[in-house]
């Protein structure tokens, strides 16, 4: 089975980075499209970033020039390096897989999802 497990995610003050990583195991990684999304309390899921398998990659506004994404196929990983964190980054972060995925911050085109890693800035 498909299994995507999420690390990196702790408490840091407003200004602060922080490198989230997603593990994969159980498929063949370097086919899946990767997307990070995030989810605050009462608030919807959004996509973050995404890196295709092509190495394309792609960002939301709220978050460009600030994160970038990055992916390690021998590795079976992905990681999403947050920098001049703000306290409104602060959710829940998931990893999410799928083979072909047209648009990538769409959470229903993501097959597998990791159980998340919790990011918190203080202000």
């Known amino acids: 089975s498909v299994q995507l497990v999420e690390s990196g995610g702790e408490s840091v003050r407003a200004g602060g980075s922080l490198r989230l990583s997603c593990v994969g195991t159980?498929?063949?990684?370097?086919?899946?499209?990767i997307g990070w999304f995030r989810q605050a309390p009462g608030k919807e899921r959004e996509g973050v970033a995404a890196v295709y398998s092509s190495g394309r990659t792609f960002f939301a506004d709220s978050v460009k020039g600030r994160f970038t994404i990055s992916r390690d196929n021998a590795k079976n990983s992905v990681y999403l390096q947050m920098n001049s964190l703000k306290p409104e980054d602060s959710a829940m972060y998931y990893c999410?897989?799928?083979?072909?995925?047209?648009?990538?911050?769409?959470?229903?085109?993501?097959?597998?999802w990791g159980q998340g890693t919790q990011v918190t800035v203080s202000s």
């Open positions: 159980g498929y063949s990684y370097s086919n899946q499209d």
């Open positions: 999410a897989a799928s083979p072909f995925v047209a648009r990538w911050s769409s959470s229903h085109e993501y097959e597998y």
